[in-house]
């Protein structure tokens, strides 16, 4: 089946600092998810992407679909406490009906005040 | 709207129990799904149903059935539960047209 390899698997950062993480995968996806969970919730979405090469931002979050098709990254910039979390990338082939979502194992995010 | 909405919140079986976590969604969405949660493991798919209807197996379907009882409702049973089905239950749905899942607060399992 499809795998997604997400990186790095943990942050430890200073607020204010700048954050990056990406996935990447041995096959191709028409569609880029990131989601965000906090402790004991579910996750939330952050930012979707439809098309190949496409940036798209939602307030100090940025992530772009990969020319290939085969990687996203997502982008924090200036952060603050209450980013931590876990953030997931999926990547989801819209075959059908089915519209499955395949996920990364997820970064978890420490933001030191 | 109360979006997706799972009960119960917590439970503690013993091995050979039976139960059935409760899914639903207010938002007319024709797809559900049933995820669990394991440590370092990502959301794997168990179950989902594309419409009211139908259901088919995901990656990890072993050891669970599914009832689409209406199209608010998805509804994942345990027939025998085993230590091994410890873990963090999720389920999700998606509107027609739509890519995006939104996700419930999670079934937190614990199997002893």
């Known amino acids: 089946g499809q795998q997604l390899n997400q990186s790095p698997q943990s942050m430890f950062i200073q607020e204010g600092e700048d954050v990056s993480m990406n996935c990447t995968s041995s096959s191709i996806f028409n569609t880029w998810l990131w989601y965000k969970q906090d402790p004991g919730e579910g996750p939330v979405l952050l930012i979707a992407?439809?098309?190949?090469?496409e940036l798209t931002s939602n307030g100090r979050l940025t992530a772009q679909f990969g020319i290939t098709r085969k990687d996203s990254f997502l982008n924090i910039s200036a952060s603050i406490p209450s980013d931590v979390g876990i953030y997931f990338c999926a990547g989801q082939n819209s075959g059908g009906s089915n519209y499955k979502l395949t996920f990364g194992k997820g970064t978890l995010l420490t933001v030191n005040p | 709207n109360a979006g997706v909405t799972q009960t119960p919140k917590f439970q503690v079986l013993k091995t050979g129990q039976s139960m059935t976590l409760q899914c639903a969604q207010d938002?007319?969405?024709?797809?559900m799904y049933w995820y669990r949660q394991d440590p370092g493991m990502g959301l794997r798919l168990i179950y989902y149903s594309a419409s009211e209807g139908t259901t088919d197996k995901g990656e990890v379907p072993n050891g669970y059935n599914v009832s689409r009882l209406n199209k608010r409702e998805f509804s994942l049973r345990l027939e025998s539960a085993a230590p091994s089905q410890t873990s963090v239950y999720f389920c999700a749905s998606r509107g027609s047209g739509v890519r995006e899942q939104f996700f419930g607060p999670g079934t937190r399992l614990t199997v002893l």
């Open positions: 992407l439809y098309k190949a090469g």
């Open positions: 938002m007319n969405h024709n797809s």
